[in-house]
């Protein structure tokens, strides 16, 4: 059975950085496109980076360009995502996403969904605030 567990989230303050971490198991992650989707209260769900199953394509949402980086480590089953220069408005619930047959394009202007991932974690809460 699929399943995903994220790890790392915390309450920091501005400027500050976390390290995000997503475990996974029940399946061979060599084969999947991964990403991390966050989600504010009283906001859509939204993608802030992805990856594709080698790792050799990335990409990020205009906001977190730059402060950001999204990696994997296909033998460890590990997916991270590495934040840094934080801002209160990165503050929401961090969510870990899988998909076979997705492919997160490295483009400028690609979008990834929400429904383009079939297989999610339960969540882990970033606050970032003073």
């Known amino acids: 059975q699929l399943q995903l567990v994220e790890s790392g989230g915390g309450l920091v303050q501005p400027g500050g950085s976390l390290r995000l971490s997503c475990a996974a198991s029940?399946?061979?992650?060599?084969?999947?496109?991964m990403a991390w989707f966050r989600q504010a209260p009283g906001k859509e769900r939204e993608g802030v980076s992805c990856i594709s199953s080698s790792g050799g394509s990335v990409n990020y949402a205009d906001s977190v360009k730059g402060r950001f980086t999204i990696s994997r480590d296909n033998a460890k089953s590990m997916v991270y995502l590495q934040m840094n220069s934080l801002k209160p408005e990165d503050t929401g619930v961090y969510y870990c996403a899988a998909d076979k047959w997705n492919y997160c394009s490295g483009f400028s202007g690609y979008v990834f969904l929400p429904a383009d991932f079939g297989s999610w974690g339960q969540g882990t809460q970033v606050t970032v605030s003073s």
């Open positions: 029940g399946f061979t992650l060599d084969y999947y496109s």
